[in-house]
């Protein structure tokens, strides 16, 4: 389409056909609606056992929220899996009511006068432990999970679920001797002193037991009629000079 005028819900328009010359039809204006808000349950992975576990977050994510007055959410999940312990940094205020009436079940509920246009983010964290893996669910039967505008008016929403990865965490033991310095693959780090050392990557407990060796450095000066014999590389100089040779001393450090 080259040119268009807007006549009501209709448009003339007018195209090129085949020869070049213009001609003018009848176009039929088509209103797309806006896609409406989206919420998410990510997929989240925690670590099993060790020495620092810790409770971890499952934030609920949404999309296209704007213009949004009333929220309501059923989440569901296995029990003997996971345990519910509370929420954190809620961007729904006031009028907010997180609670977990039964076990395996966490109830969500906000209202508002004044409309939330957060668009896109997070609209809260749920605080879980676990001893297993388990899916997160929306239960949107029975109109368990809907979202409204500002008037009222329940709005088509899409909800994707989420799981929960448990994965059992695993200890890696290295002891290592180095000389003056060592590069620790775990975590990058380069240490200069022998010690005990711990870093958790992913679902990893790793452990390093750190010896640290010396290297050594002796200077000889020597005055010589001709030539000299150097006992510490067996060669023979026969000019003045500096010279240097790099042998491992006694603990094995150049």
Known sequence: ??????????????????????????????????????LYLDTTRTCLGGPSDTAFIVPIRVANFTGIGAVSLNIIYNQAALTYLGFQNPQLSPNLIVNSPLPGRVIISWYSLVPSN?????????????????????DVTGGGCEIADSTGAVLNTAFFNGYVSAVTRDTVVSTITACDTFLWPANGQVYTAG?????????????????????????????ACGQYLWPANGQTYSQTGNY????QNYLGCD
């Open 1 to 38: 389409v080259s040119q268009s005028r807007y006549e009501g819900f209709r448009f003339r328009c007018i195209l090129q056909n085949s020869c070049g010359r213009d001609t003018t039809t009848v176009c039929t204006l088509s209103v797309i609606g806006l896609p409406g808000p989206g």
């Open 118 to 138: 957060i668009g896109a983010g997070n609209i809260i964290e749920l605080r879980f432990s676990a001893t297993g893996s388990s899916a997160l669910t929306f």
């Open 244 to 247: 240097s040779y790099t042998t």
């Open 195 to 223: 010690g005990n050392y711990q870093v958790q990557t992913g679902c990893r407990w790793n452990v390093l037991n750190l010896s640290m060796n010396r290297s050594s450095r002796d200077t000889t000066v020597v005055n």
